[in-house]
């Protein structure tokens, strides 16, 4: 196997303090972002949440000549629908599935009333017209593109994605990778111990919070993609765990003489040229999606990068870590247990001892 690093002695369990803080300093800043932007009055929510979480107004149209998906964004934006959903057909390649998210008018009440969606779906249908007028006319009323020969689109369809959909769709995604988690973590217990099990998990759980914390500084869209992105990271970040913990296994057998923090430090630096070809190579990949990717997949391709970035780094500077801390700490309470229950023998002992006076005998 290629070997990029050859006899490198990195003490990494050394600087552990250096990259929490790192973490924490990140995790406190989308908090911060998240609690400002939510209690503002006047401000934006936590998250952009899309079209699928907050509900929106979903318009089929059909083209003539069908405009790229580009193209239909542009005018989109330019007549200020800032997240569309832009969705082809795939068996009538001449129509496209447009959604847009609610008006502000709207508000995020779940409890919409008939009236009020019904007047959320004209008006978005409005929208979506005066955007798709810039590529030409609409067949109007009745007519069909085949017989209105001067119109280029003609709207065959308007629906309503409501609030309470996208409350269940948002509850299910949490639901999905709390279950995820609870599956790794009785996974790597049975496999291994349950301290390394403490420590993925918390990794897993770091990694997520901090692919959140970004999403909320910058306000990218959360959409259904970026769910699918945030399980994949999930897996991800596992998988580099299990293989140093795997290795850490292997080398406490072979030195039983070292130190916990010595074995550590020699598993990582072992595995780090898997580490690094592993992560680079789907790092590149990752990347040429959110260069190349366009707006479709932004929101995935952005999530995958920083989660598997954050992946990477946190098998080093949060799992081992906090894996060999609590075998520790479970080492001294060992210890200490064991030092407690001897001095309480002795004070047993020594208080079943009563003492003797002698009598002079008398002859």
């Given at each position: ?17 250096a ?94 009333s ?11 249908r ?36 409501g ?8 509850n ?26 403490a ?18 500084v ?17 897996g ?52 040429s ?11 995935f391709s ?44 002795e ?17």
């Open positions: 196997m290629l070997n990029l690093f050859q006899n490198i002695h990195i003490d990494w369990l050394g600087k552990r303090k990259f929490i803080a790192v973490s924490i300093v990140i995790m406190l800043a989308g908090l911060v972002s998240a609690l400002s932007r939510q209690y503002t009055p006047g401000g934006t929510e936590a998250f952009n949440l899309g079209v699928d979480f907050r509900g929106g107004t979903v318009v089929t149209a059909k083209f003539r000549q069908r405009p790229s998906d580009d193209e239909i964004r542009g005018a989109l934006n330019n007549a200020g629908v800032s997240d569309p959903v832009i969705q082809a057909s795939t068996d009538k390649p001449d129509e496209v599935l447009i959604k847009i998210p609610l008006l502000e008018s709207a508000g995020s009440d779940a409890a919409v008939e009236q009020v969606q019904q007047e959320q779906v004209q008006s978005g409005t929208i979506v017209k005066r955007a798709l007028d810039s590529f030409g006319a609409e067949a109007e009323g009745d007519s069909t593109l085949d017989t209105s020969t001067d119109a280029a689109y003609k709207i065959v369809g308007t629906d309503s994605v609030a309470i959909a996208g409350s269940q769709l948002r299910q995604a949490v639901t999905a990778t709390l279950l995820g988690l609870v599956g790794i973590l009785l996974f790597i217990a049975f496999r291994y111990d349950w301290t390394y099990a420590g993925a998990v918390i990794a897993v759980f770091h990694d997520v919070l901090m692919t959140l914390a970004f999403f909320s910058f306000q990218w869209e959360v959409n259904l993609t970026v769910i699918a992105a945030v399980l994949t990271i999930v991800f970040s596992v998988n580099d765990s299990i293989v140093i913990f795997d290795r850490i296994r292997e080398n406490m057998a072979l030195n039983r003489t070292d130190s916990l923090l010595k074995i550590t430090n020699d598993s990582i630096n072992q595995t780090l040229s898997r580490t690094v070809i592993t992560s680079g190579l789907v790092l590149l990949s990752v990347l999606l959110v260069i190349f990717g366009g707006e479709v997949l932004r929101s952005l999530a995958l990068l920083v989660g598997f970035t954050l992946g990477a780094y946190s098998t080093i500077a949060i799992a081992s870590p906090i894996a060999i801390w609590w075998q520790a700490k479970l080492g001294a309470a060992k210890m200490k247990d064991s030092s407690t229950s001897s001095q309480s023998k004070k047993i002992a020594s208080a079943s001892r009563r003492s003797v006076t002698r009598r002079p005998v008398t002859r």
